[in-house]
């Protein structure tokens, strides 16, 4: 039986400059609620449906019970970045703009896959099985809002649980492949770096990754003192779309 929050892992191993593969950790269950409300239409605070809150309401401690939260991760360390690229000194490159910009400083790139499992996959065809479109659609958003919260705490967490020695800041920008100009293809390049069969995740030919709700992604470690600005770094503020829900600030240059 799998321990909460155990990491099984040496974490010496990601002191600067050595590369770690495919380190496991577990987390509790929780949801980013925040994110959750904003898949199901909030525009604003407390502006969700009544019949919308009551079913969240009901639905939250049977989903609750379905999460099993993973994350399989790597450190490896970065050769150059340049104009449209991160290449690692394994020679593997990563090719986005908007995030080769939003690593500038970063000495290594942290790759982690990240998975709340796959019952509440199992549950989401259920419900639309049973013609319950609502509920289902309930249930999917909030297994969203469960991996965002294990991504999001996972990185959040990073220097304090598996940097003692405090080299290195983590950095404040996450990509993900099919996200920004970050191709979904180069997902499989992602899957090359950690071993997510280890949590049971797998990639098919379209880069879509079983269970669905899964995230893949990377961030920058930066050297102590020397972490990313807001402005450099944070590609969203020089961004015009105004629909994605994966915005991390306002675009200067959107009214
Ligand atoms: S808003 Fe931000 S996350 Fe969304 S596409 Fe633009 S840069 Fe990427």
Redesign the pocket.
């Known amino acids: 039986m799998e321990q909460t929050n155990k990491i099984r892992s040496t974490v010496s191993l990601i002191e600067p400059s050595i590369q770690a593969t495919s380190l496991l950790a577990d987390y509790e269950p929780e949801f980013d609620m925040d994110f959750v409300k904003r898949l199901l239409g909030r525009q604003k605070a407390g502006s969700l449906t009544r019949s919308t809150r009551n079913r969240l309401q009901q639905m939250h401690e049977g989903v609750y019970r379905l999460l099993h939260p993973r994350v399989v991760w790597g450190v490896f360390p970065i050769a150059a970045i340049e104009k449209d690229q991160i290449e690692f000194v394994s020679g593997l490159t990563l090719k986005s703009h908007?995030m080769a910009r939003a690593m500038t400083g970063a000495e290594q790139l942290v790759c982690f896959v990240a998975t709340i499992g796959r019952k509440i996959d199992m549950k989401v065809e259920q419900l639309m099985d049973q013609g319950k479109i609502a509920n289902a659609y309930t249930c999917d958003a909030l297994g969203s809002g469960a991996v965002e919260s294990v991504a999001e705490r996972f990185q959040s967490g990073f220097d304090r649980k598996f940097s003692p020695h405090q080299v290195h800041t983590a950095a404040g920008i996450r990509f993900s492949p099919g996200?920004?100009d970050w191709h979904v293809t180069e997902q499989h390049k992602l899957f090359s770096l950690v071993d997510a069969g280890a949590i049971g995740v797998t990639l098919d030919k379209s880069s879509l990754m079983t269970p669905r709700k899964s995230i893949s992604a990377v961030f920058g470690l930066y050297p102590k003192g020397r972490g990313p600005t807001t402005k450099i770094h944070n590609?969203?503020f020089y961004?015009f779309?105004k629909d994605?829900l994966?915005?991390?600030s306002p675009a200067k240059t959107i009214n």
């Open positions: 908007k996200y920004c590609p969203c961004c779309k994605c994966a915005r991390r």
